[in-house]
């Protein structure tokens, strides 16, 4: 059984940043890629930022230079730092971990920017 669970989401003025981190429990050694999803009302996820093992970090363009995606291998756990946050950006954030062809998936957590 593998576990994601995310925290960091809440209430933020545009322009102001937040912290999201997720932590993976359970019996898995580690992750092929870690990410972040978001879905707004009335749209599909998309992808916002994935960080795969020994590669090169990914963007979705809406977050580039924005966004940063980080990961502790060791702890097992993925952070997506959010600056200069926009209301479009108001969404559930999903955190995602990939093992093979297997995807696991956290909770989710609502990031809600005023404008």
């Known amino acids: 059984q593998v576990q994601l669970v995310e925290s960091g989401g809440g209430l933020v003025q545009a322009g102001g940043s937040l912290r999201l981190s997720c932590a993976a429990s359970?019996?898995?050694?580690?992750?092929?890629?870690m990410g972040w999803y978001r879905q707004a009302p009335g749209k599909q996820r998309e992808l916002v930022a994935t960080?795969?093992?020994?590669?090169?970090?990914a963007y979705a363009d809406s977050v580039k230079g924005r966004f940063t995606i980080s990961r502790n291998n060791a702890k097992k756990t993925v952070y997506l730092q959010m600056n200069s946050l926009k209301p479009e950006d108001t969404a559930v954030y999903y955190c995602?971990?990939?093992?093979?062809?297997?995807?696991?998936w956290g909770q989710g957590t609502q990031v809600t920017v005023s404008s």
């Open positions: 960080a795969p093992t020994g590669g090169t970090s």
């Open positions: 995602n971990g990939r093992w093979s062809s297997t995807n696991y």
């Open positions: 359970g019996t898995i050694f580690s992750f092929d890629a």
